[in-house]
């Protein structure tokens, strides 16, 4: 390789680098990671192992010939999951269990005595044939595996060749990078989780008197994300709302037992006390600097509003309510419908779905009636997930 190819080669490895530590969702990553190595080495084919215990997962794959052949969707769903054991039977258990790259010219041809072989029932499967075939492990500062990154067919001139072994460098000092950016996603992803489940308990204790409200929290966060993203918002921001929705009615920790607890029906000055849970709950999380506790504010303030304007606590209409307690009207109601309570049954989806579309355009926003409507497999599927 001349000094000025290994420059430029050097210099995109620095900014895949940066731009690998920047990404914080795991699947988008893993392609990333399987797509620029491809590129670095002209591989046809490409997959990712990661690694759980003492077991490699399949994770992501890439074939250029089968998504020509047959399409991307198709090609993609030919990949299923599947674990590998971390030995050095296989050519990926191999690498992750020696942490050594292995650089084969032609499967059909391994070196005499070697321990591993080469499975080709994929091959078979598909009408494709594997002949060169790079393997490195992705391994971090502290030699810790953290997966197995494998490429197959080097081209060139449209013929399939032997990976250049002056590229193989290259390759293994981007697996690193990827090992870090791998760790610290799932890293990301784990915090995120723990939030989340603490948002979760947080909540359910501001409405800690009520047992049957344990899971409508999670199911309205939910549904309000699914609707959220179905309308268009960027991934970032419905993540936001499926944070902050759990905290829609956190202002009921403010209002007296004597109200909140109450199994009648409540007076007018009982109810106009039992309508302060939204302004109490705004106050609580007003004055934040975290864009997660501002959005909090609007969904607790304003999921009780009302398109024609007969909602509260403002008496806000149409558009003048903010989008996201649009949403979260949609998802607050539908899951108190659906759900079974101390003083009444559950309705049906179906049922509760008709009670929804008919209140469009007077409690509820006509485009999120819309959009809900169109969402409903994933509704049935998160109303089954957390069933009480």
């Not at 599947?82 to 942490?99: D, N, Q, Y």
């Not at 010219?105 to 499967?125: E, H, K």
């Not at 197959?152 to 697996?175: C, H, K, Y």
């Not at 759990?246 to 309508?275: C, F, N, S, W, Y």
Request: some cysteine.
């Amino acid at each position: 390789m001349d000094s000025g190819a290994l420059h430029d080669d050097l210099w995109k490895l620095t900014q895949l680098g940066i731009a690998l530590t920047s990404m914080t969702d795991l699947d988008e990553l893993l392609e990333m990671i399987v797509g620029e190595a491809r590129a670095f080495t002209g591989a046809d084919a490409g997959s990712l192992y990661l690694r759980q215990g003492d077991q490699l997962r399949f994770a992501v794959s890439q074939n250029d010939t089968l998504c020509r052949r047959l399409g991307e969707e198709a090609e993609r769903t030919m990949f299923s999951s599947f674990t590998l054991p971390i030995s050095k039977e296989s050519i990926a258990g191999w690498v992750a269990a020696t942490r050594n790259n292995l650089n084969i010219p032609d499967v059909s041809d391994l070196p005499p005595g070697a321990p591993y072989t080469f499975n080709r029932d994929f091959d078979r499967r598909n009408d494709y044939h594997t002949r060169s075939v790079l393997a490195v492990p992705m391994v971090d500062r502290s030699e810790h595996v953290h997966g197995v990154l494998q490429l197959i067919n080097a081209t060139r001139d449209g013929q399939v060749v032997p990976f250049d072994p002056d590229r193989e460098d290259l390759v293994r000092s981007l697996a690193s990078q990827a090992a870090v950016a791998v760790n610290n996603a799932r890293l990301t992803a784990e915090i995120k989780k723990v939030h989340l489940d603490t948002i979760y308990r947080l909540s359910v204790a501001a409405e800690f008197k009520d047992k049957d409200t344990a899971n409508h929290i999670k199911r309205m966060s939910h549904y309000a994300a699914a609707l959220a993203r179905r309308m268009g918002w960027p991934e970032q921001q419905v993540e936001l709302l499926l944070y902050a929705s759990p905290m829609h009615d956190v202002g009921k920790i403010g209002i007296p037992d004597a109200v909140l607890l109450k199994p009648g029906r409540l007076t007018p000055e009982e109810r106009a006390v039992m309508q302060e849970h939204t302004l109490i709950g705004a106050r609580i999380m007003s004055g934040s600097d975290s864009d997660l506790l501002q959005l909090g504010e609007v969904v607790a303030m304003t999921h009780h509003e009302k398109w024609d304007g007969s909602g509260y606590p403002r008496g806000h209409t149409g558009e003048n309510i903010p989008q996201a307690g649009r949403i979260a009207a949609v998802a607050d109601v539908f899951d108190a419908l659906s759900s079974r309570r101390v003083y009444k049954g559950a309705l049906g989806l179906d049922e509760t779905l008709s009670i929804i579309q008919k209140d469009a355009g007077t409690h509820f926003d006509p485009a999120c009636v819309e959009a809900f409507t169109s969402i409903m497999d994933e509704v049935e599927a998160i109303h089954t997930r957390y069933q009480d």
